[in-house]
C-alpha cells in the first residue's frame, strides 16, 4: 500500500485544485437558468471519471443527465459496487450571507468553504480520488466499479427511478456506497443506520376572486390566511404527536440494540441547540433529542405565503394563502400513503367559506440498513483505520430517496458513510467540508478497496481473460 499512500501525499494539492474547480460550476439542479452549467458539472464528472481510469459517459434523462463510469475490470465473477453521489448542489441565497461567495472556493481556518463542499461534490470527488490513485499506481482494484452521479438529488431525483429501471442490468451490484453525510463529531466516523423518507405537499387555501379591502369587506368574507393557519395547527396535538389518522400504523418500533447505541452516543444536547441559536428544543414528548431527528417521523412548514408581507401596514384581505408542508418518514411508512393521508385530514378540518387544495410535489422512501456482510465490515475498519477510532452507528434525519429504490431494484445493500462534520451548513449559506477530510476521506476508500482486495483476491491477472474460475470472487 505504501505506493498509493505515496500518491496520495504528492497528488493531494492538484486533487484540492480540481475540486475547487468543481465547486466553481453553479450547478443548481433547481433553476432553469442554471441548466448549462449543471450539464457542464455533469460533464466535467464524466472526464475526472475518464481521467481516473474509467470509462464514461453523460446519459440523458427527461431533466439533468446522469453521469455513468464504470471499471469492470476485475471480471464477471468478481463483486461490483454502485458508488453513488450528485453532482448538482442547492441554490445559494441569501447570498450575502456568505462570508465568501459560494462559488469561489476558499479554505478558511481548515474549511473548504462554497456550496456543494460536503453536499455533495467534495465527497463525491473523494470517490474519484481514490479509483484516480488505485487505477493510476496499480491497474486494478478488486472488485468492478460502476459510479452513477446523478444531478436532480437536491430537487428530490424525479428522473432517476426510471433511469434505475432502464439501466437495470448494467446497474447490477453486489453493494451501494454513498458519501453523502455527516460524521456524527470530529474524529468521530460513523455509519448509517438510517435515513428518513419525506413526503412533501403544498397546501393552498383560496377565498375571494381578489384581494379586498379588509375594513370594508373583513369580517363577513372568509380569510384563507386564518383558515391556513387553523388548518396547520391541526396537524400536532399538544405532545407533539402528528394528528393524521393512521398516520403511526407503519412506523416501525426500533430494535433495543439500536436504542441503545443511540442512547450511548456523546451527545451534548446544549451544545447542538446553542449551535442553532434557537433559545430551546421541542418535539415529539417521550423522546430524546436523537431519537426524534432519527427514528421518528415530523411534519414541518417549510413556507408560509399569504397577503401584504412589505413594508409598512396594508389593509388587505387576501384571497389566498399558500404552505408548504414536508413530513419526514420512518420505515416503514409510504409517501403516498402519508399524502392520502394528509388529503383526507385536511378536507375534514377545513373551514367553510374557502377552497382547499393539497398538491403533491415529491417524496422518497425512509430506509434502514442491514448491518454486517463483507462491504459493511470492510467500510467499518476502514474508517476505523483513517480516523484512529472505530464508527459509531448514527441515524440521519435528512433523506437521499434513491437509496431504498436501489435496494429494491438491484437487490444490493447500501453502505452509507459520510465524511462531512456536524455544522456544514448543507443547503444554508457558508457551506464546508473539512479540508483535511479530502485527506482523511481517500485514505478512507484506499483502506476500505484494501480489505476487499483481502476479501476478494484476483481471481487471474489484471489483463488475464475475463471468467478465468475465480474462487473467493464467487460471493
Ligand atoms: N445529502 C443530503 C441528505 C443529508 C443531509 C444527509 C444531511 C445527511 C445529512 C441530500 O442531498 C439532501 O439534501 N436530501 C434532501 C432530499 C430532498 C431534496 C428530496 C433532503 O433531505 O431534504
Ligand atoms: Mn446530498
Ligand atoms: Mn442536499
Given at each position: 500500500?505504501?505506493?498509493?499512500?505515496?500518491?496520495?501525499?504528492?497528488s493531494?494539492?492538484?486533487?484540492?485544485?480540481?475540486?475547487?474547480?468543481?465547486?466553481?460550476?453553479?450547478?443548481?439542479s433547481?433553476?432553469?437558468e442554471?441548466?448549462?452549467?449543471?450539464?457542464?458539472?455533469?460533464?466535467?464528472?464524466?472526464?475526472?471519471?475518464?481521467?481516473?481510469?474509467?470509462?464514461?459517459?453523460?446519459?440523458?434523462?427527461?431533466?439533468?443527465?446522469?453521469?455513468?463510469?464504470?471499471?469492470?475490470?476485475?471480471?464477471?465473477?468478481?463483486?461490483?459496487?454502485?458508488?453513488?453521489?450528485?453532482?448538482?448542489?442547492?441554490?445559494?441565497?441569501?447570498?450575502e450571507?456568505?462570508?465568501?461567495?459560494?462559488?469561489?472556493?476558499?479554505?478558511?481556518?481548515?474549511?473548504?468553504?462554497?456550496?456543494?463542499?460536503a453536499d455533495?461534490?467534495?465527497?463525491l470527488?473523494?470517490?474519484?480520488?481514490?479509483?484516480?490513485i488505485?487505477?493510476?499506481?496499480?491497474?486494478?482494484?478488486?472488485?468492478?466499479?460502476?459510479?452513477?452521479?446523478?444531478?436532480?438529488?437536491?430537487?428530490?431525483?424525479?428522473?432517476?427511478?426510471?433511469?434505475?429501471?432502464?439501466?437495470?442490468?448494467?446497474?447490477?451490484?453486489?453493494?451501494?456506497?454513498?458519501?453523502?453525510?455527516?460524521?456524527f463529531?470530529?474524529?468521530?466516523?460513523?455509519?448509517?443506520?438510517?435515513?428518513?423518507?419525506?413526503a412533501?405537499?403544498?397546501?393552498?387555501?383560496?377565498?375571494?376572486?381578489?384581494?379586498?379591502?379588509?375594513?370594508?369587506?373583513?369580517?363577513?368574507?372568509?380569510?384563507?390566511?386564518?383558515?391556513?393557519?387553523?388548518?396547520?395547527?391541526?396537524?400536532?396535538?399538544?405532545?407533539?404527536?402528528?394528528?393524521?389518522?393512521?398516520?403511526?400504523?407503519?412506523v416501525?418500533?426500533?430494535?433495543?440494540?439500536t436504542?441503545?447505541?443511540?442512547?450511548?452516543?456523546?451527545?451534548?444536547?446544549?451544545?447542538f441547540?446553542?449551535?442553532?441559536?434557537?433559545?430551546?428544543?421541542?418535539?415529539e414528548?417521550g423522546?430524546g433529542?436523537?431519537?426524534?431527528?432519527?427514528?421518528?417521523?415530523?411534519?414541518?412548514?417549510?413556507?408560509?405565503?399569504?397577503?401584504?408581507?412589505?413594508?409598512?401596514?396594508?389593509?388587505?384581505?387576501?384571497a389566498?394563502?399558500?404552505?408548504?408542508v414536508?413530513f419526514?418518514?420512518?420505515?416503514?411508512?409510504?409517501?403516498?400513503?402519508?399524502?392520502?393521508?394528509l388529503?383526507?385530514?385536511?378536507?375534514?378540518?377545513?373551514?367553510?367559506?374557502?377552497?382547499?387544495?393539497?398538491?403533491?410535489?415529491?417524496?422518497?422512501?425512509?430506509?434502514?440498513?442491514?448491518?454486517?456482510g463483507?462491504?459493511?465490515?470492510a467500510?467499518?475498519?476502514?474508517?476505523?483505520?483513517?480516523?484512529g477510532?472505530p464508527?459509531?452507528?448514527?441515524?440521519?434525519?435528512g433523506?437521499i430517496?434513491?437509496?431504498?429504490?436501489?435496494e429494491?431494484?438491484?437487490?444490493?445493500?447500501?453502505?452509507?458513510l459520510?465524511?462531512?462534520?456536524?455544522?456544514?451548513?448543507?443547503?444554508?449559506?457558508d457551506?464546508?467540508?473539512?479540508?483535511?477530510?479530502?485527506?482523511?476521506g481517500?485514505?478512507?476508500?484506499?483502506?476500505?478497496?484494501?480489505?476487499?482486495?483481502?476479501?476478494?483476491?484476483?481471481?487471474?491477472?489484471?489483463?488475464?481473460?475475463?471468467?478465468?474460475?475465480?474462487?473467493?470472487?464467487?460471493?
Open positions: 500500500m505504501k505506493d498509493v499512500h505515496a500518491t496520495l501525499a504528492s493531494l494539492e492538484s486533487f484540492r485544485a480540481e475540486l475547487f474547480d468543481f465547486l466553481r460550476i453553479p450547478s443548481v433547481a433553476r432553469s442554471h441548466d448549462e452549467d449543471t450539464r457542464k458539472a455533469g460533464a466535467w464528472v464524466v472526464e475526472r471519471m475518464r481521467t481516473a481510469g474509467l470509462t464514461a459517459e453523460l446519459l440523458e434523462t427527461d431533466g439533468h443527465p446522469v453521469a455513468l463510469g464504470e471499471w469492470r475490470g476485475a471480471g464477471p465473477d468478481a463483486p461490483t459496487l454502485l458508488i453513488y453521489g450528485h453532482y448538482d448542489v442547492q441554490p445559494a441565497e441569501p447570498l450571507l456568505w462570508t465568501s461567495p459560494p462559488f469561489e472556493p476558499e479554505v478558511r481556518d481548515g474549511r473548504i468553504y462554497a456550496r456543494g463542499a455533495d461534490k467534495g465527497q470527488f473523494l470517490h474519484l480520488a481514490a479509483l484516480h488505485l487505477l493510476g499506481t496499480r491497474g486494478s482494484l478488486p472488485v468492478n466499479v460502476v459510479v452513477l452521479a446523478e444531478g436532480e438529488e437536491e430537487v428530490g431525483s424525479p428522473n432517476l427511478l426510471p433511469f434505475v429501471e432502464r439501466w437495470q442490468e448494467r446497474l447490477a451490484a453486489d453493494a451501494v456506497v454513498i458519501s453523502d453525510s455527516a460524521m463529531a470530529e474524529g468521530l466516523p460513523s455509519l448509517l443506520f438510517s435515513l428518513r423518507g419525506l412533501y405537499a403544498e397546501i393552498r387555501v383560496q377565498g375571494a376572486r381578489s384581494d379586498l379591502h379588509s375594513g370594508a369587506y373583513g369580517g363577513a368574507v372568509p380569510n384563507p390566511a386564518m383558515a391556513l393557519a387553523r388548518i396547520l395547527a391541526t396537524l400536532h396535538d399538544e405532545t407533539g404527536r402528528i394528528t393524521l389518522p393512521g398516520f403511526y400504523d407503519d416501525v418500533a426500533w430494535d433495543e440494540e436504542r441503545a447505541g443511540v442512547a450511548a452516543l456523546p451527545f451534548d444536547e446544549e451544545a441547540r446553542e449551535g442553532t441559536g434557537a433559545p430551546g428544543l421541542s418535539g414528548a423522546f433529542t436523537l431519537e426524534r431527528l432519527w427514528v421518528r417521523p415530523t411534519c414541518e412548514v417549510n413556507g408560509l405565503l399569504s397577503g401584504y408581507t412589505g413594508q409598512g401596514a396594508k389593509t388587505v384581505l387576501p389566498q394563502a399558500m404552505a408548504k414536508s419526514r418518514l420512518v420505515p416503514d411508512q409510504d409517501p403516498a400513503r402519508v399524502i392520502a393521508q388529503r383526507s385530514h385536511v378536507a375534514q378540518v377545513a373551514p367553510t367559506g374557502v377552497t382547499v387544495e393539497v398538491v403533491e410535489l415529491h417524496g422518497g422512501r425512509p430506509w434502514r440498513a442491514r448491518p454486517g463483507v462491504f459493511f465490515e467500510a467499518r475498519s476502514a474508517l476505523e483505520e483513517a480516523f477510532v464508527p459509531v452507528l448514527t441515524g440521519e434525519g433523506s430517496p434513491i437509496v431504498t429504490e436501489f429494491r431494484i438491484l437487490g444490493a445493500g447500501a453502505i452509507l459520510g465524511f462531512a462534520l456536524p455544522g456544514a451548513n448543507m443547503h444554508a449559506p457551506e464546508w467540508f473539512p479540508d483535511n477530510h479530502l485527506e482523511r481517500i485514505e478512507t476508500l484506499l483502506a476500505f478497496y484494501s480489505r476487499l482486495d483481502a476479501s476478494f483476491p484476483a481471481s487471474s491477472a489484471p489483463a488475464g481473460p475475463a471468467g478465468s474460475s475465480g474462487t473467493d470472487a464467487n460471493r
